[in-house]
């Protein structure tokens, strides 16, 4: 037999059934329990009843299938909503971290200000020129503000450079990493003096120290300052990383790690004023 007879079959079984179960539930419903048919109601009963059950169990997963297709879009919409308030709750984090890292910035500067006896400003870094030869950032202030070519610059950390160039509403600030950079430093312990150079993304060259110079790694540097000079004295530059000697002069050449993280440079002071300059 095909399978459409058989399923042509099985729903006149059904029909039948069901026709059935409505003749003997209106005769036994005239003859009250008592009646002859109410055991051959009793019967079909027990027939009509599990396959209403079968039936209910075939049919119920594939209603609760639709249902669901149904309220799919809106889930989707739920979905969607709650993705957004995610992604801008993290987006106001993200702005949180960042004024909180400029505030944090600023406090510092201003603490550095407080220790020194110079005159200075705040500006904010506008720009980067750093490559692999030429290592520059460009600040918020200019002329207008008293800035000029050759003053110092700062960061909480330490010395960052000198202003190179200047418009009436902006700078350039040449880093002490760039090749052209030179500062008059000093070992801390011993005192000895030195000229540190830049040495691009290689950490800074201090020469001209006398071989019987005692340096030791993680030893501090800092400005040596004199009368006009560009720098004031004893503002931090940076700590040893290495002490090797020239083969033509025999002089120690000391390598510096500067204080100052150059890549997350945000803010900075310029010494606008100060004793010797």
Request: charge should be negative; avoid cysteine.
């Given at each position: ?171 350039q600030v040449m880093l002490i990493r760039n090749l052209d950079s030179y500062v008059a430093t000093r070992l801390v312990d ?46 931090p530059v940076g700590t040893v990383s290495s002490v090797t000697l020239d083969p033509a002069t025999g002089d120690k050449q ?24």
């Amino acid at each position: 037999m095909s399978i459409g007879g058989r399923t042509r079959s099985t729903r006149g079984l059904v029909i039948l059934l069901v026709v059935a179960s409505l003749v003997i539930i209106t005769v036994d419903y005239r003859e009250g329990s008592s009646g002859p048919l109410s055991k051959i109601s009793d019967g079909l009963h027990s027939v009509v009843i599990p396959m209403q059950t079968a039936v209910s169990k075939v049919f119920h997963p594939i209603a609760a299938f639709f249902g669901a297709l149904a309220h799919l879009p809106s889930e989707e919409q739920r979905a969607k909503d709650l993705q957004q308030k995610l992604d801008a709750a993290n987006a106001e984090n993200v702005q949180y971290q960042v004024a909180l890292k400029k505030l944090q910035a600023y406090e510092a500067l201003l603490g550095v200000a407080k220790s020194y006896e110079f005159t200075t400003t705040g500006a904010t870094v506008v720009g980067s020129g750093v490559t692999n030869f030429d290592w520059t950032v460009d600040i918020s202030k200019g002329s207008k503000a008293g800035i000029k070519v050759d003053m110092p610059v700062l960061a909480a950390g330490g010395l960052v450079g000198r202003v190179i160039s200047v418009t009436p509403f902006g700078s350039q600030v040449m880093l002490i990493r760039n090749l052209d950079s030179y500062v008059a430093t000093r070992l801390v312990d011993s005192q000895q003096t030195g000229l540190l150079q830049g040495q691009g993304r290689s950490d800074l060259l201090m020469s001209s120290i006398a071989q019987d110079t005692k340096v030791v790694p993680n030893e501090p540097v800092v400005t040596s300052g004199y009368d006009g000079g560009l720098y004031p004295a004893n503002i931090p530059v940076g700590t040893v990383s290495s002490v090797t000697l020239d083969p033509a002069t025999g002089d120690k050449q000391v390598t510096v790690t500067p204080d100052v993280d150059f890549t997350s440079l945000d803010v900075v002071l310029v010494i606008t004023q100060f004793n010797g300059g």
